[in-house]
């Protein structure tokens, strides 16, 4: 009997997905991520000339080199909150100033889409805690949870 072809390939996926999730759960994936998303708009819009038909809008700013600091700062950070989560705290901070500064240096903070992000990231940066192992409560005769 042959084993199935793709047998190996679905064991090393289930594996690499484990441990993506337990990579994942030991830090503040979604607040880096939102963080990092963030940095995107803010860095691409002040150079974006998007055309609707015949209609060419600029958004360029004198502050265009701002942008780009600001948005490649909320991207290091993210990454911060990723790969140093006992930083966490001071990336929050620091994400949420520089979601508060791109509102005026870079047309309002990639058109309030890199400011909300960026924001939202370090909120969660900031109230993110590592867990510990959960124990499972004691349960009585009558399905009651014990406080011991």
Not at 100 to 111: A, D, E, K
């Amino acid at each position: 009997m042959r084993a199935h072809p793709f047998a190996g390939a679905a064991h090393r996926l289930r594996r690499w997905r484990r441990s993506f999730w337990l990579w994942r759960g030991r830090r503040p994936f979604w607040a880096g991520t939102l963080t990092l998303v963030g940095g995107l708009p803010i860095m691409y819009f002040p150079y974006a000339n998007p055309s609707f038909g015949t209609v060419t809008i600029t958004l360029a700013t004198t502050a265009g080199a701002g942008s780009l600091i600001i948005g490649g700062l909320l991207i290091v950070l993210g990454l911060t909150m990723w790969f140093q989560q006992h930083s966490r705290i001071f990336a929050g901070v620091a994400a949420i100033l520089l979601a508060l500064v791109s509102l005026v240096v870079s047309n309002f903070g990639g058109i309030l889409m890199g400011y909300g992000l960026a924001l939202v990231g370090g909120a969660l940066a900031i109230a993110w805690v590592p867990g510990g192992p959960v124990a499972a409560p004691e349960a009585g005769a009558d399905g009651a949870h014990r406080a011991g």
